[in-house]
């Protein structure tokens, strides 16, 4: 799944950062952030497994001011088609199919740049011209 954490809606300067690991000395950033929604809240986003603890740290940007701050969080499960390997197979000489994603992600090493991307697999019927769009999206 997906984890979006933000601090929207506070009245300081705040970073946000995630975090794994089980002591000080062995922690790992996974996300971080200081500045986001054009102001002065942080927000991060960042794919999750399940059973997975993860470390949030919010702290004040500026020295000498304090919290509070708002933390705000959410959990999204991911597009049955978001891996490439998980790809949605697709049929036929033409056709049309709803898709949304609103809620993936973009894969390590992902060709093609852009974000937040979903994957079909289709088998061409015959040899010829094939044509697909995204009209109407």
């Known amino acids: 799944g997906r984890a979006d954490f933000d601090t929207l809606g506070s009245d300081n300067n705040t970073t946000l950062r995630i975090y794994q690991g089980t002591d000080m000395t062995n922690i790992i950033l996974i996300a971080s952030n200081d500045t986001a929604f054009g102001g002065i809240e942080s927000a991060v986003q ?23 701050a708002l ?17 949605t197979v697709i049929t036929g000489a033409s056709g049309a199919m709803d898709g949304d994603n609103t809620v993936s ?14 994957w079909h697999s289709w088998t061409a019927p015959a040899t010829g011209k094939v044509v697909f769009d995204t009209l109407g999206s």
């Not at 960042?46 to 509070?68: E, H, I, N």
């Not at 933390?71 to 790809?87: G, Q, S």
């Not at 992600?105 to 979903?118: D, F, R, V």
């Open 46 to 68: 960042f794919t999750v497994m399940a059973g997975s603890q993860y470390l949030v740290r919010v702290a004040t940007y500026d020295a000498g001011t304090s919290l509070p």
């Open 71 to 87: 933390l705000n969080w959410d959990f999204h499960t991911l597009a049955v088609n978001d891996n490439f390997a998980d790809a």
């Open 105 to 118: 992600g973009t894969e390590s090493g992902e060709p093609g740049g852009g974000l937040n991307s979903i």
